[in-house]
């Protein structure tokens, strides 16, 4: 190959390599502080808290960031003749599916900027509840006790069922400890449940139940139980 050529075609290479590496660069440096920015930001929240005296648990808070762990607490009196109360805190896993469907409900009820209760007299009370919406962009809650909003109402029946779970959760931790025999009508209550669609997000309380299954010391019958809720999860 002539000299000549050999420089030529050196140079066009080099030309071609650097001009790739700046532009490879260029985009990097554009898109990588956005995309870095992003996942440091803080993510959007959903809250939403229930306050109701007359009922087990007496009140209870949800809080739904759009990534990480979601965050439980409730609180009410041990039984309705004890002035004794029972504190709940829970950090939990949720699925993305139930996660993306919080967000998008809250989105078509246009984030909670609007009153959402219903002015219809003469509604039974079924606790003062509080949605709650922020991000980097807007902050606004809304209180009721019944709405008419279709997103508000789908909402607020997958939080109260979420809370149901998370309970259920907490009661056979109790019994797992100190009441072995009471597991067995908790764990059939929950099937049941769970039949006609009351329960959301069974995983959530997954470390529990595979307490229950591990546990040779507690009834097959109930193991099994236990691993059914599992299997209709889709965990196993």
């Given amino acids: 190959m002539p000299r000549s050529f050999q420089i030529v075609f050196l140079l066009a290479f080099s030309t071609f390599f650097f001009s790739i590496l700046f532009s490879t660069t260029f985009v990097f440096s554009i898109f990588f502080p956005i995309l870095a920015q992003a996942q440091t930001d803080p993510p959007a929240v959903v ?3 229930l306050d ?3 009922s087990t648990p007496e009140r209870y808070s949800l809080r ?8 439980y607490e409730s609180s009410g009196r041990v039984s309705s003749d004890s002035d004794q109360t029972d504190n709940f805190d829970f950090d939990f896993a949720l699925s993305t599916e139930t996660r993306q469907k919080i967000f998008a409900l809250a989105a078509k009820a246009g984030y909670f900027q609007k009153d959402v209760a219903s002015s219809h007299k003469g509604l039974a009370f079924t606790g003062q509840k509080t949605l709650g919406y922020k991000d980097d962009k807007r902050s606004a809650a809304c ?3 019944y709405s008419t909003v279709p997103a508000v109402q789908e909402l607020t029946s997958l939080l109260q069922s979420l809370s149901g779970t998370l309970e259920f959760g907490q009661r056979l931790q109790y019994d797992l400890h100190y009441q072995k025999l009471a597991l067995d009508e908790e764990l059939k209550r929950m099937e049941e449940m769970a039949h006609h669609d009351e329960l959301t997000e069974v995983t959530s309380i997954q470390p529990i139940l595979d307490q229950i299954i591990a546990d040779s010391s507690v009834m097959n019958v109930t193991r099994a139980r236990a ?5 209709n999860a889709g965990v196993r």
Avoid: E, K, V, W
């Fill in 227 to 231: 691993q059914r809720l599992l299997d």
């Fill in 47 to 49: 809250t939403f808290t």
């Fill in 143 to 145: 209180t009721y006790n």
């Fill in 52 to 54: 109701f005296p007359t």
């Fill in 64 to 71: 739904i960031p759009s990534r990480g762990s979601a965050h």
